[in-house]
C-alpha cells in the first residue's frame, strides 16, 4: 500500500474527524433515514394503513424518503422579500453544526487511542454543547418576519425553560451516582449490567421526557404545532433549507438518544473494547447506536399513540411533575453511591 | 401587494377593494386562522392575541358559500335535493331529509312507513358517519394522527352501507318528495348488524386511546366550557347544545319520520366543556347504533312493499312496479321535474349530526320555489368563537374548534 | 301543546301588537304579523314568555307588493311544550326603504343571521353591532343577491349542437 | 314512546393513579394493533373495487328504447343533460324526421340519477364504474354516438377486482371477485 493511500486513511479514521463527519453526521443521518421511514411505517400500521408504499414496494417503501430528500434538494428555495436574510439562512445551518457537534465530546469507546478528545469533563461538555441549538430556533423565527414563525419561535423559547433543568439534573445524575463527569468512566461503571437507566428508572424517565420536550416529540410536539402556526419558526422556510431544519431536529434527537445511551444503558457494554480500529472504536460504536437507534424507535412510537399538550401544560408538567421526578433520580443517584454500588 | 407600507398612511387611508382595515388595541397580536391555514378548514378566524391570550375572535366565514338559497329559486323543487345535500355531503340524509318533508308538508302527502324507516336508517348511517369524520378532524387537530386515520377508516364501513343502500358513497340524492328511491338490497341488514357490533369494538379503543388519554384529556377538560344559559341565548345546536345541559334534540322534541316509535334515549352531560362534547357523541354514537338495530329489525318482518307514496305510484306503468319488484328501485315520475307545490309556507327542521337544521320554504304556487332559507347547524355554532374563544389560550382553538364539530361547507351553505 | 294553545299564548302575550295569526300546513308553524314599529317589544316581550332563541332570522321579497317581509323564527329550548312550535315573528317593511331595527341585543342569536339577511337584501339593521356581510364579499353583497330582481338564468334543456 | 332523556356525567379522571392507567392504556392499544394492524388499504390501482351493480357510475343511452320525451334533461338538476337535434329514419315507414336526443356533459354531471330514474323507458343505466379517463374536456361533453357506448375503464385493464366485506372484528375485510379483463 503505497504512504500517502495510507495517510488519507489515517487522517480519516483520525478521531476528532471521523467521529464528527461519520459518527456525528453521516452515520446518524442514515439512523435518522431509517427512522423517519420507521416512524412512518410504525404510525402507518398503528393506523391500519400501509405507508409509503408506491416508490419501492418491494421493499415496503424504503426509497420513499430518499425520494422526499430529492424532492427537498431540488426544490426551489424561497427567500421572502421581508425576511432578515443573513440569520434567515444562517440559522439552520447553525443549529444543523451545534446539533450534532456534542458528539465530538462522547467517546464511543474505552481504548483511548480512539477518544476524538480526551477529557474529563466529557458529560459536562457534551450537555453543554447540547443545548446551544434551540437559540437558532428562536433566531429562525424572528428572522422569518411571519407572525406563525415568532409564536413558534417563542414556543421554543418557553419550553427551554422547561426542559433544560430537567435535561441537566437527570443527565447529571449519572455524575452523582459514578462520582465522574468523564462519560468513559460513568459507562465504565456499568459494566456487568449495572446499567444506571435500570437501577435508576426514575432518572431515566426524567431524562427521556426531557429528551421528548426539547426535539419537540410527541406529545410535546409545541413549537411545530401544524394546527396553530403552521409549521413553527420554519414556517418561511422552503426547500432544502427547510429539509435541514427538520433534518437538525432529527438529529439533535439521535445526538440525545446517543447520550442516553452512554450515560444510562451502559454505552458499548456488554462488548468490550479492545485494541485496533474495528474491534477498539468500529463495534463499540456500532453497539452504542443500535441502542440509541432503539431508543429512537420508541420516540417515534409514541406519535401514533399520543396527541399534543397545551403549552403551559407542557411548562406545568415540566416543572410540577418531570422536574421533582428529575431531582428525585439525582437523590435515587446520591443513594446508589452512598451504597457503593458504584 | 408588494413590501410594506411605511411613513405616516393613515390606516383609513389603506383602501383595498374587497377589504376593510381597522385598528386594534395596543399590544394585540393579530393572527389569521385561515383560510388556506393547515387547521382552519375553509374559513378564516381572525383572532387577537396578548401574549398567548386570545382577547378577541372573529370567525369570518363565507369562503365556501355556494348561493344555495339563490339557486334553488331558479330551479324545479326537485333539483333543490342535490343542491342541498352538498351542504355536508356526509351527511347527505340528515341535511336534505327536512326540506323534503317541508315540501310534503305543503304537498299534504305523508311517505309510506317503509319510506320512514328507510329515512331513519341512512339518516342514522350518515349521522354516524358524520360523527367519524367529525372526530377524525379533531384528532389532527390536536395533534393526534392515530384518531384522524381510525374513524376515517371506520366511516369507511357506513359509507360502503350507504353506498349499498344508495348506489353513491356520499350524494345519495336518496329521499325524494313522498318517499325513498331504493328498498334495501339482499343481505343488507346482515351486514348493518356486523358493523354495529364491530362499531361497538371500536368505540372501546377510541376510549382507549383518544378519549382516556391523559394527554388528550388534559387539552379538552375545562376549556371551551359553555354555559348552559349562553348556549340557549346563542343558539347553540346538536351535541354541543346538549353537551351543556340543555334537554333538546328534534328527534325527540319534534319527532319527525319514525323517531317516536323507536326506543332510544338522548344523552345530556352538564359539564359543558370539550371533554364533554367528546363523550356526547360518543354515546350519541351508541344511541344510533340501538337505532339501527330498531330499524333493521323492522325491515327484516317487513316484505318489500312500495316506498313512493299512493300519489305518484298509483299511476305508476308496470314496468315502474316490476323494476321496483326485481331490483328495489323507484322509478320517478316524469312529473316529479314539472310538479307545482301548493301555495303556502312551511317550516321544517332536523336533527343532523352537528345539530338543527331548518328550513323555511315559501311556495307561491309555482313550479319553483319562492323562497327558501336554510339555516344549518354549523352556521348557529358559528357564533361560538365569538363568543367562547375569547379568554382562551392560541392552542385552545383548535381543540375548541374540533370539538364543537364546525363544518364550513355547512355553515357556508 | 295544541296549536290553538300557543295562538292564545301569543296573543295574550302581545295583545294589540298581533295584527294577524296564522297556522300554517303540519300545524307547527305559527306566522304571527306585526307592525314594524313594535318589533322590538314584541320580541322583549317573546323572549320573556319562553321563546328564549332565535331558529333563523329570514327576508322575503315581494317585489311586486313592494316590501319585505322579515321573519324571526324563534322557538324554545328551556320550554319542552314550546320547542314542538316555531313562532315566526313577522313584519313588512317597505322595498325601497330598507331600514329596521336590529334584535341583536334581545336575541344574541340572531347577530349573524341579520347580517346575513343584510348581505341578501340590503336590509340595514339599525343597532346592529357589526353589521357587515357575513358570507359575501362587500362587492358582491353590494348587489343584494336574494332581491328578486336578481335574477340567476338557468341554461335551457334544448343544445344547438356545434360542428367539431 | 316517552321522552327520555339521560343524565350522563364525564367519568372521573384526575389524580396520577387514573393517568397512569390511562396512558399505560394508550400505549397498549398502540403496541396491539402495532403487531396486529387489520389493514384495509385498497392499493389502486393495482387492485379496485368492483362495485355493486346498482352504483350510480357513468351513465350509457340505449337509442333503441329512447322515446324522445325529453324527461331526463327537464329533470337534470346541474343542466349536464341536454336536448340536440338529429334526423332520425323510421325504419317501418321510412320517413326522415327531426327529433330531439339526449347527450350528457360530464363535466357538469353530479351522478345523481334522476335521468335513469325518470326515463320512462329505461333507455338509460348506469355502469358501476367511476374511474374513466377523459383526455380533455372536450371528450367530456358527450356526444350522441359516444352517449350509447359505455365509458372505456382502464383500471379494469390492468387491476384486480376486489370487493369489501364488513366483518365483525376487522370491519372492512378485502375479498378478491371474480371479473376484471386482466
Same mark, same amino acid.
Given at each position: 500500500?503505497?504512504?500517502?493511500?495510507?495517510?488519507?486513511?489515517?487522517?480519516?479514521?483520525?478521531?476528532?474527524?471521523?467521529?464528527?463527519?461519520?459518527?456525528?453526521?453521516?452515520?446518524?443521518?442514515?439512523?435518522?433515514?431509517?427512522?423517519?421511514?420507521?416512524?412512518?411505517?410504525?404510525?402507518?400500521?398503528?393506523?391500519?394503513?400501509?405507508?409509503?408504499?408506491?416508490?419501492?414496494?418491494?421493499?415496503?417503501?424504503?426509497?420513499?424518503?430518499?425520494?422526499?430528500?430529492?424532492?427537498?434538494?431540488?426544490?426551489?428555495?424561497?427567500?421572502?422579500?421581508?425576511?432578515?436574510?443573513?440569520? $434567515?439562512?444562517?440559522?439552520?445551518?447553525?443549529?444543523?453544526?451545534?446539533?450534532?457537534?456534542?458528539?465530538?465530546?462522547?467517546?464511543?469507546?474505552?481504548?483511548?487511542?480512539?477518544?476524538?478528545?480526551?477529557?474529563?469533563?466529557?458529560?459536562?461538555?457534551?450537555?453543554?454543547?447540547?443545548?446551544?441549538?434551540?437559540?437558532?430556533?428562536?433566531?429562525?423565527?424572528?428572522?422569518?418576519?411571519?407572525?406563525?414563525?415568532?409564536?413558534?419561535?417563542?414556543?421554543?423559547?418557553?419550553?427551554?425553560?422547561?426542559?433544560?433543568?430537567?435535561?441537566?439534573?437527570?443527565?447529571?445524575?449519572?455524575?452523582?451516582?459514578?462520582?465522574?463527569?468523564?462519560?468513559?468512566?460513568?459507562?465504565?461503571?456499568?459494566?456487568?449490567?449495572?446499567?444506571?437507566?435500570?437501577?435508576?428508572?426514575?432518572?431515566?424517565?426524567?431524562?427521556?421526557?426531557?429528551?421528548?420536550?426539547?426535539?419537540?416529540?410527541?406529545?410535546?410536539?409545541?413549537?411545530?404545532?401544524?394546527?396553530?402556526?403552521?409549521?413553527?419558526?420554519?414556517?418561511?422556510?422552503?426547500?432544502?433549507?427547510?429539509?435541514?431544519?427538520?433534518?437538525?431536529?432529527?438529529?439533535?434527537?439521535?445526538?440525545?438518544?446517543?447520550?442516553?445511551?452512554?450515560?444510562?444503558?451502559?454505552?458499548?457494554?456488554?462488548?468490550?473494547?479492545?485494541?485496533? $480500529?474495528?474491534?477498539?472504536?468500529?463495534?463499540?460504536?456500532?453497539?452504542?447506536?443500535?441502542?440509541?437507534?432503539?431508543?429512537?424507535?420508541?420516540?417515534?412510537?409514541?406519535?401514533?399513540?399520543?396527541?399534543?399538550?397545551?403549552?403551559?401544560?407542557?411548562?406545568?408538567?415540566?416543572?410540577?411533575?418531570?422536574?421533582?421526578?428529575?431531582?428525585?433520580?439525582?437523590?435515587?443517584?446520591?443513594?446508589?453511591?452512598?451504597?457503593?454500588?458504584? | 401587494?408588494?413590501?410594506?407600507?411605511?411613513?405616516?398612511?393613515?390606516?383609513?387611508?389603506?383602501?383595498?377593494?374587497?377589504?376593510?382595515?381597522?385598528?386594534?388595541?395596543?399590544?394585540?397580536?393579530?393572527?389569521?386562522?385561515?383560510?388556506?391555514?393547515?387547521?382552519?378548514?375553509?374559513?378564516?378566524?381572525?383572532?387577537?392575541?396578548?401574549?398567548?391570550?386570545?382577547?378577541?375572535?372573529?370567525?369570518?366565514?363565507?369562503?365556501?358559500?355556494?348561493?344555495?338559497?339563490?339557486?334553488?329559486?331558479?330551479?324545479?323543487?326537485?333539483?333543490?335535493?342535490?343542491?342541498?345535500?352538498?351542504?355536508?355531503?356526509?351527511?347527505?340524509?340528515? /341535511?336534505?331529509?327536512?326540506?323534503?318533508?317541508?315540501?310534503?308538508?305543503?304537498?299534504?302527502?305523508?311517505?309510506?312507513?317503509?319510506?320512514?324507516?328507510?329515512?331513519?336508517?341512512?339518516?342514522?348511517?350518515?349521522?354516524?358517519?358524520?360523527?367519524?369524520?367529525?372526530?377524525?378532524?379533531?384528532?389532527?387537530?390536536?395533534?393526534?394522527?392515530?384518531?384522524?386515520?381510525?374513524?376515517?377508516?371506520?366511516?369507511?364501513?357506513?359509507?360502503?352501507?350507504?353506498?349499498?343502500?344508495?348506489?353513491?358513497?356520499?350524494?345519495?340524492?336518496?329521499?325524494?318528495?313522498?318517499?325513498?328511491?331504493?328498498?334495501?338490497?339482499?343481505?343488507?341488514?346482515?351486514?348493518?348488524?356486523?358493523?354495529?357490533?364491530?362499531?361497538?369494538?371500536?368505540?372501546?379503543?377510541?376510549?382507549?386511546?383518544?378519549?382516556?388519554?391523559?394527554?388528550?384529556?388534559?387539552?379538552?377538560?375545562?376549556?371551551?366550557?359553555?354555559?348552559?344559559?349562553?348556549?340557549?341565548?346563542?343558539?347553540?345546536?346538536?351535541?354541543?347544545?346538549?353537551?351543556?345541559? /340543555?334537554?333538546? +334534540? /328534534?328527534?325527540?322534541?319534534?319527532?319527525?319520520?319514525?323517531? +317516536?316509535?323507536?326506543?332510544?334515549?338522548?344523552?345530556?352531560?352538564?359539564?359543558?366543556?370539550?371533554?364533554?362534547?367528546?363523550?356526547?357523541?360518543?354515546?350519541?354514537?351508541?344511541?344510533?347504533?340501538?337505532?339501527?338495530?330498531?330499524?333493521?329489525?323492522?325491515?327484516?318482518?317487513?316484505?318489500?312493499?312500495?316506498?313512493?307514496?299512493?300519489?305518484?305510484?298509483?299511476?305508476?306503468?308496470?314496468?315502474?312496479?316490476?323494476?321496483?319488484?326485481?331490483?328495489?328501485?323507484?322509478?320517478?315520475?316524469?312529473?316529479?321535474?314539472?310538479?307545482?307545490?301548493?301555495?303556502?309556507?312551511?317550516?321544517?327542521?332536523?336533527?343532523?349530526?352537528?345539530?338543527?337544521?331548518?328550513?323555511? /320554504?315559501?311556495?307561491?304556487?309555482?313550479?319553483?320555489?319562492?323562497?327558501?332559507?336554510?339555516?344549518?347547524?354549523?352556521?348557529?355554532?358559528?357564533?361560538?368563537?365569538?363568543?367562547?374563544?375569547?379568554?382562551?389560550?392560541?392552542?385552545?382553538?383548535?381543540?375548541?374548534?374540533?370539538?364543537?364539530?364546525?363544518?364550513?361547507?355547512?355553515?357556508?351553505? | 301543546?295544541?296549536?290553538?294553545?300557543?295562538?292564545?299564548?301569543?296573543?295574550?302575550?302581545?295583545?294589540?301588537?298581533?295584527?294577524?295569526?296564522?297556522?300554517?300546513?303540519?300545524?307547527?308553524?305559527?306566522?304571527?304579523?306585526?307592525?314594524?314599529?313594535?318589533?322590538?317589544?314584541? @320580541? @322583549?316581550?317573546?323572549?320573556?314568555?319562553?321563546?328564549?332563541?332565535?331558529?333563523?332570522?329570514? @327576508?322575503?321579497?315581494?317585489?311586486?307588493?313592494?316590501?319585505?317581509?322579515?321573519?324571526?323564527?324563534?322557538?324554545?329550548?328551556?320550554?319542552?311544550?314550546?320547542?314542538?312550535?316555531?313562532?315566526?315573528?313577522?313584519?313588512?317593511?317597505?322595498?325601497?326603504?330598507?331600514?329596521?331595527?336590529?334584535? @341583536?341585543?334581545?336575541?344574541?342569536?340572531?347577530?349573524?343571521?341579520?347580517?346575513?339577511?343584510?348581505?341578501?337584501?340590503?336590509?340595514?339593521?339599525?343597532?346592529?353591532?357589526?353589521?357587515?356581510?357575513?358570507?359575501?364579499?362587500?362587492?358582491?353583497?353590494?348587489?343584494?343577491?336574494?332581491?328578486?330582481?336578481?335574477?340567476?338564468?338557468?341554461?335551457?334543456?334544448?343544445?344547438?349542437?356545434?360542428?367539431? | 314512546?316517552?321522552?327520555?332523556?339521560?343524565?350522563?356525567?364525564?367519568?372521573?379522571?384526575?389524580?396520577?393513579?387514573?393517568?397512569?392507567?390511562?396512558? #399505560?392504556?394508550?400505549?397498549? #392499544?398502540?403496541?396491539?394493533?402495532?403487531?396486529?394492524?387489520?389493514?384495509?388499504?385498497?392499493?389502486?390501482?393495482?387492485?379496485?373495487?368492483?362495485?355493486?351493480?346498482?352504483?350510480?357510475?357513468?351513465?350509457?343511452?340505449?337509442?333503441?328504447?329512447? #322515446?324522445?320525451?325529453?324527461?331526463?334533461?327537464?329533470?337534470?338538476?346541474?343542466?349536464?343533460?341536454?336536448?340536440?337535434?338529429?334526423?332520425?329514419?323510421?325504419?317501418?315507414?321510412?320517413?326522415?324526421?327531426?327529433?330531439?336526443?339526449?347527450?350528457?356533459?360530464?363535466?357538469?354531471?353530479?351522478?345523481?340519477?334522476?335521468?335513469?330514474?325518470?326515463?320512462?323507458?329505461?333507455?338509460?343505466?348506469?355502469?358501476?364504474?367511476?374511474?374513466?379517463?377523459?383526455?380533455?374536456?372536450?371528450?367530456?361533453?358527450?356526444?350522441?354516438?359516444?352517449?350509447?357506448?359505455?365509458?372505456?375503464?382502464?383500471?379494469?385493464?390492468?387491476?384486480?377486482?376486489?370487493?369489501? #366485506?364488513?366483518?365483525?372484528?376487522?370491519?372492512?375485510?378485502?375479498?378478491?371477485?371474480?371479473?376484471?379483463?386482466?
Amino acid at each position: 500500500m503505497s504512504p500517502i493511500i495510507s495517510d488519507i486513511i489515517k487522517i480519516i479514521i483520525w478521531p476528532p474527524l471521523w467521529q464528527l463527519i461519520v459518527l456525528g453526521l453521516l452515520l446518524p443521518l442514515g439512523v435518522v433515514v431509517f427512522i423517519i421511514w420507521f416512524e412512518r411505517k410504525t404510525a402507518a400500521r398503528v393506523q391500519r394503513r400501509i405507508g409509503p408504499y408506491h416508490v419501492s414496494p418491494r421493499i415496503a417503501g424504503g426509497l420513499q424518503l430518499v425520494a422526499d430528500l430529492m424532492r427537498y434538494m431540488f426544490q426551489e428555495i424561497i427567500i421572502p422579500k421581508t425576511v432578515d436574510v443573513a440569520p $434567515f439562512i444562517m440559522a439552520p445551518l447553525i443549529a444543523l453544526i451545534l446539533s450534532i457537534l456534542p458528539v465530538v465530546a462522547m467517546p464511543f469507546t474505552s481504548n483511548a487511542s480512539y477518544f476524538p478528545i480526551g477529557m474529563r469533563y466529557s458529560l459536562i461538555v457534551a450537555l453543554a454543547l447540547i443545548t446551544l441549538s434551540p437559540i437558532f430556533v428562536i433566531v429562525a423565527g424572528w428572522a422569518s418576519n411571519n407572525k406563525f414563525s415568532l409564536i413558534g419561535g417563542m414556543r421554543e423559547a418557553y419550553l427551554i425553560t422547561a426542559y433544560e433543568l430537567i435535561v441537566m439534573v437527570s443527565f447529571l445524575s449519572a455524575s452523582a451516582a459514578t462520582g465522574s463527569f468523564d462519560l468513559v468512566k460513568i459507562v465504565e461503571a456499568q459494566a456487568g449490567g449495572k446499567w444506571l437507566g435500570l437501577l435508576n428508572p426514575l432518572a431515566l424517565l426524567a431524562a427521556l421526557i426531557g429528551v421528548l420536550l426539547s426535539t419537540s416529540g410527541f406529545p410535546f410536539e409545541i413549537p411545530e404545532s401544524e394546527h396553530e402556526v403552521v409549521a413553527g419558526a420554519y414556517t418561511e422556510y422552503s426547500g432544502l433549507v427547510y429539509g435541514i431544519n427538520m433534518g437538525a431536529a432529527y438529529l439533535k434527537r439521535m445526538v440525545y438518544s446517543i447520550l442516553i445511551a452512554l450515560v444510562f444503558l451502559g454505552g458499548w457494554r456488554p462488548y468490550t473494547p479492545g485494541p485496533g $480500529f474495528v474491534s477498539g472504536y468500529l463495534i463499540p460504536s456500532i453497539v452504542v447506536f443500535i441502542k440509541a437507534t432503539i431508543l429512537m424507535m420508541i420516540f417515534s412510537f409514541l406519535r401514533a399513540v399520543y396527541g399534543r399538550y397545551r403549552l403551559d401544560q407542557a411548562l406545568d408538567i415540566a416543572w410540577k411533575y418531570i422536574f421533582p421526578l428529575a431531582v428525585a433520580g439525582f437523590g435515587l443517584s446520591l443513594a446508589l453511591a452512598y451504597l457503593g454500588i458504584y | 401587494m408588494s413590501g410594506i407600507v411605511r411613513g405616516n398612511v393613515g390606516f383609513n387611508d389603506l383602501k383595498i377593494p374587497g377589504m376593510w382595515s381597522r385598528k386594534i388595541g395596543k399590544d394585540l397580536y393579530e393572527v389569521f386562522i385561515g383560510p388556506q391555514h393547515p387547521g382552519s378548514g375553509h374559513m378564516r378566524i381572525i383572532i387577537r392575541i396578548d401574549g398567548d391570550i386570545i382577547v378577541e375572535a372573529e370567525p369570518d366565514m363565507g369562503y365556501v358559500h355556494r348561493t344555495m338559497e339563490k339557486l334553488s329559486e331558479g330551479r324545479a323543487w326537485i333539483k333543490a335535493i342535490p343542491l342541498f345535500e352538498r351542504m355536508a355531503i356526509h351527511d347527505a340524509c340528515n /341535511v336534505t331529509l327536512p326540506y323534503v318533508r317541508a315540501v310534503e308538508k305543503l304537498l299534504g302527502i305523508e311517505a309510506p312507513l317503509r319510506a320512514k324507516y328507510l329515512r331513519v336508517l341512512l339518516c342514522e348511517i350518515n349521522r354516524i358517519a358524520a360523527f367519524l369524520y367529525g372526530f377524525g378532524i379533531f384528532g389532527v387537530f390536536l395533534g393526534h394522527s392515530t384518531m384522524y386515520m381510525w374513524p376515517f377508516g371506520d366511516r369507511e364501513v357506513w359509507v360502503e352501507l350507504a353506498e349499498w343502500l344508495t348506489g353513491a358513497r356520499l350524494t345519495h340524492t336518496y329521499p325524494v318528495f313522498g318517499g325513498v328511491r331504493r328498498d334495501v338490497p339482499e343481505g343488507f341488514t346482515d351486514s348493518l348488524r356486523k358493523a354495529i357490533r364491530y362499531m361497538r369494538r371500536r368505540l372501546e379503543d377510541y376510549r382507549k386511546i383518544f378519549v382516556d388519554n391523559p394527554v388528550i384529556r388534559a387539552r379538552l377538560e375545562d376549556v371551551g366550557v359553555i354555559p348552559r344559559n349562553l348556549a340557549i341565548e346563542l343558539g347553540i345546536t346538536g351535541p354541543n347544545l346538549r353537551a351543556s345541559g /340543555v334537554r333538546y +334534540d /328534534v328527534r325527540k322534541n319534534h319527532p319527525y319520520e319514525v323517531y +317516536d316509535e323507536l326506543d332510544f334515549e338522548i344523552p345530556v352531560f352538564q359539564e359543558g366543556d370539550a371533554y364533554a362534547r367528546v363523550h356526547q357523541r360518543v354515546q350519541e354514537i351508541l344511541q344510533s347504533l340501538r337505532i339501527l338495530e330498531q330499524v333493521a329489525d323492522w325491515l327484516d318482518k317487513h316484505p318489500r312493499e312500495p316506498v313512493m307514496h299512493e300519489r305518484f305510484w298509483k299511476t305508476a306503468p308496470p314496468l315502474y312496479k316490476k323494476i321496483f319488484q326485481e331490483t328495489g328501485r323507484v322509478k320517478l315520475g316524469a312529473v316529479m321535474a314539472i310538479m307545482k307545490i301548493p301555495q303556502g309556507k312551511a317550516y321544517e327542521r332536523g336533527e343532523t349530526a352537528r345539530g338543527e337544521i331548518s328550513y323555511y /320554504v315559501e311556495s307561491d304556487g309555482g313550479n319553483k320555489p319562492y323562497r327558501i332559507r336554510i339555516h344549518s347547524a354549523s352556521a348557529r355554532n358559528a357564533l361560538v368563537y365569538k363568543y367562547i374563544v375569547p379568554g382562551h389560550r392560541v392552542m385552545d382553538l383548535p381543540a375548541i374548534y374540533g370539538s364543537i364539530d364546525y363544518f364550513p361547507p355547512e355553515a357556508d351553505r | 301543546m295544541e296549536p290553538q294553545e300557543v295562538v292564545d299564548l301569543v296573543r295574550r302575550v302581545l295583545g294589540d301588537m298581533v295584527r294577524d295569526v296564522k297556522i300554517w300546513k303540519g300545524n307547527d308553524y305559527i306566522e304571527v304579523e306585526i307592525d314594524a314599529s313594535s318589533i322590538r317589544e314584541a @320580541a @322583549a316581550r317573546m323572549k320573556e314568555a319562553g321563546f328564549d332563541h332565535v331558529k333563523d332570522v329570514t @327576508a322575503v321579497d315581494y317585489m311586486k307588493e313592494g316590501r319585505f317581509r322579515i321573519i324571526y323564527n324563534l322557538s324554545s329550548y328551556n320550554n319542552f311544550d314550546l320547542s314542538y312550535y316555531i313562532v315566526g315573528l313577522a313584519y313588512d317593511i317597505p322595498r325601497d326603504k330598507p331600514e329596521t331595527v336590529s334584535l @341583536a341585543d334581545i336575541y344574541t342569536s340572531a347577530e349573524f343571521q341579520e347580517r346575513e339577511v343584510y348581505e341578501g337584501f340590503g336590509i340595514i339593521f339599525k343597532g346592529h353591532p357589526d353589521l357587515k356581510p357575513l358570507l359575501l364579499s362587500p362587492p358582491v353583497a353590494e348587489q343584494k343577491p336574494l332581491r328578486k330582481d336578481f335574477i340567476v338564468r338557468e341554461e335551457p334543456e334544448i343544445k344547438v349542437e356545434k360542428k367539431r | 314512546m316517552p321522552v327520555e332523556f339521560a343524565e350522563k356525567t364525564v367519568p372521573p379522571g384526575r389524580g396520577i393513579f387514573k393517568r397512569f392507567k390511562g396512558n #399505560i392504556e394508550a400505549i397498549a #392499544i398502540g403496541v396491539k394493533y402495532f403487531f396486529d394492524p387489520k389493514r384495509s388499504t385498497l392499493i389502486y390501482p393495482k387492485e379496485y373495487i368492483k362495485l355493486r351493480e346498482n352504483y350510480r357510475g357513468f351513465i350509457v343511452l340505449n337509442a333503441k328504447k329512447c #322515446i324522445n320525451c325529453g324527461s331526463c334533461a327537464r329533470i337534470c338538476p346541474a343542466a349536464a343533460m341536454k336536448l340536440i337535434r338529429r334526423p332520425y329514419t323510421d325504419p317501418k315507414t321510412g320517413k326522415t324526421r327531426m327529433k330531439l336526443w339526449p347527450v350528457i356533459n360530464y363535466n357538469r354531471c353530479i351522478f345523481c340519477g334522476y335521468c335513469v330514474d325518470v326515463c320512462p323507458t329505461e333507455a338509460l343505466h348506469h355502469v358501476n364504474y367511476h374511474d374513466v379517463v377523459f383526455d380533455n374536456m372536450e371528450e367530456m361533453d358527450q356526444t350522441l354516438e359516444s352517449f350509447q357506448q359505455a365509458p372505456e375503464h382502464p383500471t379494469a385493464k390492468e387491476g384486480i377486482p376486489v370487493r369489501y #366485506i364488513i366483518d365483525e372484528e376487522k370491519g372492512l375485510v378485502k375479498v378478491r371477485v371474480e371479473g376484471g379483463e386482466q
